[in-house]
């Protein structure tokens, strides 16, 4: 009876006075989108439980089934949406597991904690050990089957809050009133399922690009820059490596540097020392890691002054046009302000104008 959607309010509410930042972080928004689930599913099978005649090993078998299954259901669209991916066998590795921790790792662990202080833990520590080792002998089983993870593309910002008003009004809603939580909740996947990945994104330094295909992304190296690549492939829903991507149709090598065509524009990623002239010359737009001083031609050139503030580029298509978007052209009021001679004025969005 202690166990209500009340207490878990509570306890949502003591974590967000203490660490309000908690709330964007993915164990908060997971633990406690299984918690509500379960707390809920299980209050709703225990009202169907009383009103049924049931054999007792039942409830029991049932009750590891539903943990299972809300459990995974409630915390998926957070995972896909934090870490890019879905386990299409969570449901089976979970029911090979959950029911191992909750009888035998969190009981034997109690009692090793309750026969350490008298130097006895060891017995219970060995039964812990092999409820463990069974667990990660399942989910080392688990993943390497063909198909056990699919990659999922990271969702337009709006998605998550539709999923949990949605969610949340089919919990707390009563009569039939609650199914109008659907709604939202279809909404966010389908804003999820058409959601649009850049044509183009580049690094701040112009070492890095990724320029989106029919197979994928084609990345301009194989290796260098890697953690920025992973997460460029795996906003994408994409699961290969950085090699693999670099090894895709859309970069090709250039005297000056490394070309590529963006939705019929000519592109180049300047090499250091190159002559930016001659490339202004040649390509519609050039981005250059390194000071390269006035250049006078028809491209855009996008230069170090302008990606030390901007981080990562991303090229959207927006009609006949290229809309260039920074990851860094916001600042908030509670900022502290860059300090020192080097910091430089702020973004000028002028700089990122459309490319025609």
Known sequence: AAITL????VAGTIILLWQ??????????????????LVAGFEAFGRLVERRSLPRILPAVLAVLLSSLIGGLATAPYAAAHFNRFTDYGLVANLLTVSVMGAVV??????????????????????????ARWIL??????????????????????????????????ILW??????????????????????????????PAARLAGLAGEGGRSLSRARGEGFTATNWLENDGDLSGQ????????????????????AGRRGLLLADG???????????????????GAVDGPCRLIGPA??????????????????????????????????????GPALDLADLRPLQ
Do not use: K, N
């Open 243 to 262: 090699a693999q991507a670099a090894g895709r149709a859309g970069f090709l090598p250039d005297p000056l540097g490394t070309a590529f065509d963006l």
């Open 106 to 131: 969190m009981p034997a662990g109690v009692v090793a904690a309750m026969l350490a202080p008298f130097g006895l833990a060891a017995p219970a520590l060995w039964v812990m050990e092999q409820g």
């Open 174 to 203: 009563p009569l039939r009133e609650r199914w109008a939580g659907v709604v939202p909740v279809m909404a966010a996947l389908w804003l999820w399922q058409g959601a649009e990945r850049p044509l183009l994104l580049v690094d």
């Open 306 to 343: 302008v990606l030390a503030r901007s981080g990562t580029l991303a090229f959207h298509r927006d009609g006949d046009r290229i809309r260039i978007a920074a990851t860094r052209d916001a600042r908030r009021a509670w900022s502290m302000p860059e300090a020192g001679p080097e910091a």
């Open 137 to 170: 002998y399942v989910a080392d089983r688990i993943a390497g089957l063909e198909g056990a993870v699919t990659g999922i593309p990271a969702p337009p910002a709006v998605v998550l809050p539709l999923v949990t008003l949605g969610a949340l009004w089919l």
């Open 274 to 292: 190159a002559d930016a002239a001659a490339a202004c010359a040649r390509f519609d737009l050039v981005l250059a890691g390194a000071e390269v």
């Open 20 to 37: 309000p930042e908690a709330l964007l972080e993915p164990g908060f928004q997971m633990s406690f989108a299984a918690t509500i689930a």
């Open 6 to 9: 009340r207490s878990v309010a």
